[in-house]
């Protein structure tokens, strides 16, 4: 059966090479599942930069046409609300570190092409938290109905404010004071992160240095407990490192700032995955380097789980053991996100919360 | 020996049932709807004649023609509806909408042809109306659900002097600014069923589903002179927004332009996709239309006063190139 997700993998990587050996067949498995993982745009323009979007069918092109258009304007939407957020902001002189999508297309880096853009992730500092979330609220960002238990999941041991919903506009701003939930066993400097950032939109915000923008992405991924965007996670590692790979010392840089940071771990991972879908030109000294930082060899039994994770949740692209790989992942996530100290009640509260919605359950769908 | 003529495409009728089931247990079947091509399996009993009876008219799509979405609709089993089954609408691989009754299989193919449809306009600007023609002029009613345009767009066409372009979406296309026709099953509430038949006796109806939130559905087969046209794009030259009011006067009214566009404006969804292109499109098509407003509480006088109306312009049209 035709691997899909090497297709749509193969359609980033090397588009020149792929797109002449796709049958009208092939495309109609690609484009769904593309979609799906929300590459479709991606695809896109990497067929579009290596000039070969007049080689592709007329009835897949058009998928494609309307993935392009559609990222464009969530480009433009999602730079007019940063600018709405800072105009909120500016009384308290507070300049927000945007992360991950909204970081990507403020700092106009390779990651932002083809992708699109749901909430806006900010991390400010602890102590302006109170004031920033009053700006925010005064200017119509609420959070809406919130029970009690989740107010106090997300304020005491998660590292955000609960999401804010614009009550005209629907946007979604997620709040930060760190980079990763205080109880986690895994804690990262913000302070490091922030320090070494790049001001942009006039100064008034600042985005990660590219090094830290991967680190970051492949931080939240291999600590996730759920992957729906996991491979686009990766291919915007993949575009990161490749625009700023053409420089040797660059990886270097990656790789101490990895171990800085805490995040060898996280970042052999990205290389090994990034390295075997997308054929990510990273030098194999810097992996060792890295592997050696974990303590860890390139190939363990996570790496293959998340192999078998890391694809869309469709028929051909997922394989025997997809199910059992997530499942078993989504463990591993609440485990090292919080202590078991703290994860069995949390759980226990959840699984009650569920039971009593059970016997109302349908089987999972999209709403229309 | 003919020459390099293309035969003509096999539509769903011309399949023999055995085949027409097989394939629908199996890789599907493909239908050209023009505007896209969508593929639709589904192993439930009753499906195939259904579908038959809805899309007879409908050609099937060649080898060389690409699937843009595939549906599928199969039996499953909820907890909560036990022992009954239910089926399960999956569009592209997704599971899409609340499991419902077997017997909602055909209204669920249409709901998510326009999900489909409304997600992915792929080259047109589309908004909530129903849409005839004569000839090539066409009338455009846009309005959300319950306001009565299914029906009303029905009627007309059951004169068997207007052409049914589409009853649920009109598709502009954003090179030409014509409407494009997408002459699928018309979905009618209540007894409309009854009233139509009086009017076209050779009218088909699948069975009526009775759902929760709109009541009895029953899908009703598109004439098969509207499918033959769906071809033929057409330009719009009036739009009438109509309200079903019970004891309504059934008297056209003309409507100022602005508050037409901006009742067409509000039934757009795939919101500015184009930006200030997607405004230009819409105003350059509601300007080119005479607008009125239509308060109908009797169908025979509605379909009247519209008639009258496009007769009476079209006379104008007349003198007005013969002067």
């Known amino acids: 059966m035709t691997d899909v997700r090497a297709l749509i993998c193969d359609l980033i990587a090397k588009p020149a090479d792929t797109v002449g050996r796709l049958g009208l067949g092939e495309w109609e498995a690609v484009i769904p599942a593309a979609r799906a993982t929300r590459l479709l745009a991606r695809i896109a323009v990497c067929i579009e930069a290596a000039g070969h979007f007049d080689a592709v069918p007329a009835g897949p092109r058009r998928h494609l046409d309307a993935a392009l258009l559609a990222a464009a304007r969530h480009r433009a939407d999602v730079m007019t609300e940063v600018e709405r957020v800072l105009d909120a902001l500016a009384p308290t002189g507070v300049a927000p570190m945007l992360l991950k999508g909204a970081a990507y297309a403020a700092g106009g880096v390779a990651a932002a092409d083809g992708r699109l853009f749901g909430d806006i992730d900010l991390m400010v500092p602890r102590e302006s938290l109170t004031d920033v979330e009053h700006v925010l609220r005064r200017a119509g960002w609420t959070t809406g109905r919130v029970e009690p238990y989740d107010f106090l999941y997300y304020h005491r041991w998660m590292h955000q404010l609960p999401p804010l919903v614009h009550v005209e506009r629907q946007s979604v701003l997620d709040v930060h004071h760190t980079l990763a939930a205080p109880v986690s066993r895994r804690t990262v400097d913000e302070g490091m992160v922030r320090a070494a950032g790049r001001r942009v939109m006039g100064g008034r915000a600042l985005v990660p240095m590219p090094a830290d923008m991967v680190l970051h992405s492949a931080a939240h991924l291999f600590t996730d407990t759920e992957f729906p965007h996991g491979l686009r996670d990766l291919s915007d590692m993949d575009r990161l490192m490749r625009g700023e790979g053409t420089t040797p010392s660059w990886w270097e840089l990656l790789a101490l700032r990895a171990r800085n940071l805490g995040l060898s771990t996280e970042l052999v991972m990205a290389l090994v995955h990034c390295r075997r879908l997308f054929g990510t030109p990273v030098p194999d000294y810097v992996l060792a380097r890295a592997c050696k930082d974990a303590g860890r060899r390139r190939g363990t039994l996570t790496d293959r789980l998340f192999d078998h994770a890391l694809r869309p949740d469709l028929d051909g692209c997922r394989t025997v053991w997809t199910g059992t790989a997530a499942r078993l992942l989504h463990l591993r996530g609440h485990l090292l996100r919080m202590p078991p100290r703290l994860l069995v009640p949390h759980l226990a509260h959840k699984g009650l919360r569920a039971a009593g919605t059970w016997l109302k359950a349908e089987p999972p769908h999209h709403a229309a | ?323």
């Open chain 2, 1 to 323: 020996m003919p020459a390099d003529r293309p035969a003509a495409p096999l539509t769903v009728d011309a399949l023999p049932t055995a085949d027409l089931r097989a394939r629908l247990r199996g890789p599907g079947v493909r239908l050209d709807l023009g505007p896209m091509v969508a593929r639709v399996r589904s192993p439930l009993a009753g499906f195939a004649e259904t579908f038959r009876l809805l899309y007879g008219n409908w050609p099937l799509a060649g080898t060389d023609q690409f699937t843009d979405v595939t549906c599928d609709l199969r039996p499953v089993w909820a907890l909560r509806h036990a022992p009954h089954r239910r089926v399960q609408c999956l569009i592209d691989g997704q599971p899409t909408f609340e499991t419902q009754a077997p017997a909602f299989a055909p209204l669920l193919f249409e709901w998510a042809l326009n999900l489909h449809l409304a997600n992915h306009g792929l080259g047109h600007k589309m908004f909530h109306a129903a849409v005839v023609a004569r000839g090539d002029d066409a009338l455009i009613l846009p309005a959300p659900s319950g306001s009565g345009k299914s029906t009303l767009a029905a009627a007309l066409v059951a004169t068997g002097r207007w052409r049914l372009l589409s009853d649920e979406f009109a598709v502009v296309g954003v090179d030409d600014g014509l409407l494009h026709p997408l002459p699928r099953p018309v979905s009618l509430k209540n007894d409309m069923p009854r009233l139509l038949r009086r009017l076209d006796p050779q009218a088909r109806f699948a069975a009526t589903v009775p759902t929760a939130h709109k009541g009895p559905v029953t899908l009703m087969r598109p004439p098969a002179a509207s499918v033959a046209m769906r071809r033929r794009p057409a330009r719009a030259r009036w739009l009438v927004t109509p309200r079903y009011t019970p004891g309504g006067d059934d008297t056209l009214r003309p409507d100022a332009p602005g508050r037409a566009m901006m009742g067409v404006l509000e039934q757009c969804f795939e919101w500015g996709l184009r930006g200030r292109r997607d405004f230009d499109l819409i105003a350059d098509l509601v300007g080119g239309c005479g607008c009125f407003t239509l308060a109908h509480g009797d169908l025979d006088r509605a379909v009247a006063a519209i008639e009258r109306m496009a007769d009476a312009t079209a006379d104008t049209t007349t003198a007005e190139a013969a002067a």
